[in-house]
């Protein structure tokens, strides 16, 4: 996550811009706030209602989910309105939360990665990531606190606009940047922003998780303040088209999911995620949908409704017939033939048996399944990803069936995904000599450390919303007593090691705004259900589920 050279060049050429873009930013905030009731949910309409009456009503959702008003600057608001026994983690968490917050000339504009004063090195973990600030600003819509969330999401817009090269070659008008760094110059009392589009990223990687983040978190930010004007600016309208214009566009694809280069996502190292990801194809298919509740259907945005619409079909039926693995997908995979050449071929991408790698076969369990990290010509990768599977649950990507067996999975094995610190961002780790051929020796990515089998608290957010979209709590209580017990004695790390992630990461800094971040959104969703509102989406009913004879989808 080094290097920050390149990122002077972009501010060289974007800081004359930083005048106009914060008259904009200012006018754009004082805007005011509109709350509009509907009579029904715009996440319940069908995609196939929206491409016969589109936009037929006049705002987004009928219902929002209320972040609360503050009860102080320091207190959080949620802790004094509920009754429960809070834990000494939350004050102390909340505390770090609020040392890690980025100002821009007076405003607050996000949270830096990493608050480590002990490391040596700082790299660019005192930048603003995208995705890092997700679980930050769910916190602070879940306490009352909208304000930071809409400068966020108003300037991320502004550096968007930005001209962005990488050498001599000039990246989509849509690439929303990595992340951002607020400069402040005591002397002369001006602040400006330096930004990175994947110029200054190890491996020099556009973020292609960073769009489809800012889409989820504009909608969140809507779902809790009730908020619609934000959304319906002519920038933010711009904003997504020209995000989902990069991921629409017509070429010779022939799957409807996203291929992609290793390192463009939480994974931004060389892990063999290359081609089709799970990661990048769930956070695709839930900001799909959530610019489908937002996007106006006027001249400019009918058209890219009805792409929306027709990728939304094709891709749900795609994930859910190839990247679906249970018991009895396994066993059907297993006795696949080979070399079929028409279109009644069953094994339709040519995977070959003898590549299932052998501790799939003990891992899975008879009842449970989940969705496999990659699948494309000849090659599946059998890996469990985490927020892959978390997400498909939280945008119905997952059908209730599956999303069930992925809860079962996890509770089958516990040992294997939850061990000791929640939670493994994938399983199981790269060893020996498939090692240094799929991270190319990589130093950081060793056998279950980082990225390569490491545990993740960031992560016990998106389980806890998952267990609670799947009914099934105590599943994300049980996780979160785990992580309690250590993070705050270890000091908030970013990661830890181990088959059963019982060691703070060899290279993990402390103080990880996510694992605080993460932590706090878990708690304030376990003790109210209703805040899952800004980051799930109910079942499509248009696209009925694949029919499947594995057990597992039968309770």
């Known amino acids: 996550m080094d290097g920050f050279a390149g990122m002077r060049k972009v501010a060289s050429r974007c800081s004359m811009a930083e005048e106009d873009d914060d008259l904009d930013l200012a006018r754009l905030l004082d805007k005011p706030k509109v709350n509009i009731e509907r009579q029904r949910s715009f996440d319940e309409r069908s995609h196939s209602e929206l491409s016969i009456n589109i936009r037929a009503i006049d705002g987004f959702e009928s219902m929002y989910s209320p972040g609360g008003m503050r009860s102080g600057l320091n207190t959080p608001a949620w802790s004094a309105k509920n009754s429960f026994e809070t834990h000494p983690a939350i004050a102390e968490a909340w505390e770090a939360l609020r040392r890690s917050v980025v100002y821009f000339r007076g405003q607050r504009v996000g949270t830096i990665a990493a608050f480590d004063h002990a490391s040596e090195e700082v790299l660019n973990y005192d930048?603003?990531?995208?995705?890092?600030?997700?679980?930050?600003?769910?916190?602070?819509?879940?306490?009352?606190?909208?304000?930071?969330?809409?400068?966020?999401?108003?300037?991320?817009?502004?550096?968007?606009?930005?001209?962005?090269?990488?050498?001599?070659?000039?990246?989509?008008?849509?690439?929303?940047?990595?992340?951002?760094?607020?400069?402040?110059?005591?002397?002369?009392?001006?602040?400006?922003?330096?930004?990175?589009?994947?110029?200054?990223?190890?491996?020099?990687?556009?973020?292609?998780?960073?769009?489809?983040?800012?889409?989820?978190?504009?909608?969140?930010?809507?779902?809790?303040?009730?908020?619609?004007?934000?959304?319906?600016?002519?920038?933010?309208?711009?904003?997504?088209?020209?995000?989902?214009?990069?991921?629409?566009?017509?070429?010779?694809?022939?799957f409807p999911t996203l291929l992609c280069a290793d390192g463009c996502s939480m994974i931004d190292r060389r892990m063999g995620v290359y081609g089709y990801p799970i990661e990048i194809q769930a956070l695709f298919f839930m900001a799909l949908r959530c610019a489908l509740i937002m996007l106006k259907h006027d001249a400019e945005g009918k058209e890219c409704v009805e792409l929306i619409v027709k990728r939304l079909h094709a891709l749900s039926y795609h994930m859910r017939s190839y990247f679906w693995i249970d018991f009895q997908q396994l066993n059907d995979i297993y006795r696949f033939k080979t070399e079929e050449y028409s279109h009644t071929a069953v094994n339709k991408f040519n995977v070959i048996p003898n590549s299932i790698p052998e501790w799939v076969f003990d891992f899975m369990p008879n009842r449970g399944g989940y969705f496999v990290g990659n699948v494309s010509p000849a090659r599946m990768d059998f890996r469990w990803f985490a927020l892959g599977n978390c997400v498909a649950i939280l945008s119905s990507l997952a059908t209730p069936e599956q999303s069930m067996a992925i809860m079962d999975l996890i509770e089958a094995r516990w040992e294997e995904l939850i061990g000791e610190m929640p939670m493994k961002i994938t399983y199981p780790a790269l060893e020996g000599h498939e090692w240094m051929i799929v991270t190319g020796y990589d130093p950081k990515n060793t056998r279950w450390s980082y990225h390569n089998g490491g545990s993740w608290p960031v992560l016990l957010w998106l389980l806890t919303a998952a267990c609670i979209k799947t009914g099934r709590p105590q599943i994300a209580r049980r996780a979160i007593e785990l992580a309690e017990s250590r993070l705050l004695k270890d000091a908030w790390p970013e990661y830890y090691d181990g088959t059963l992630g019982r060691?703070?990461?060899?290279?993990?800094?402390?103080?990880?705004?996510?694992?605080?971040?993460?932590?706090?959104?878990?708690?304030?969703?376990?003790?109210?259900?209703?805040?899952?509102?800004?980051?799930?989406?109910?079942?499509?009913?248009?696209?009925?589920?694949?029919?499947?004879r594995s057990t597992s989808w039968t309770r």
């Open 127 to 254: 930048q603003v990531f995208v995705r890092d600030f997700v679980p930050s600003a769910l916190a602070f819509l879940m306490n009352g606190e909208p304000e930071i969330v809409k400068n966020f999401l108003l300037k991320t817009l502004l550096l968007q606009g930005w001209e962005k090269k990488v050498d001599r070659f000039q990246l989509g008008a849509g690439v929303m940047p990595a992340s951002f760094k607020v400069l402040h110059d005591p002397h002369r009392e001006v602040d400006t922003i330096v930004a990175d589009f994947g110029e200054s990223a190890i491996g020099r990687v556009a973020p292609v998780d960073s769009g489809f983040w800012w889409i989820i978190l504009l909608r969140a930010y809507t779902k809790s303040t009730g908020d619609l004007s934000l959304a319906e600016t002519p920038e933010c309208q711009k904003g997504m088209r020209l995000i989902l214009t990069l991921c629409l566009s017509e070429g010779f694809d022939t």
């Open 503 to 548: 060691f703070i990461g060899k290279q993990a800094r402390k103080f990880q705004t996510w694992s605080i971040a993460g932590y706090l959104v878990a708690k304030m969703m376990l003790e109210d259900p209703s805040h899952l509102g800004m980051i799930s989406l109910e079942e499509d009913k248009a696209m009925k589920p694949l029919i499947k």
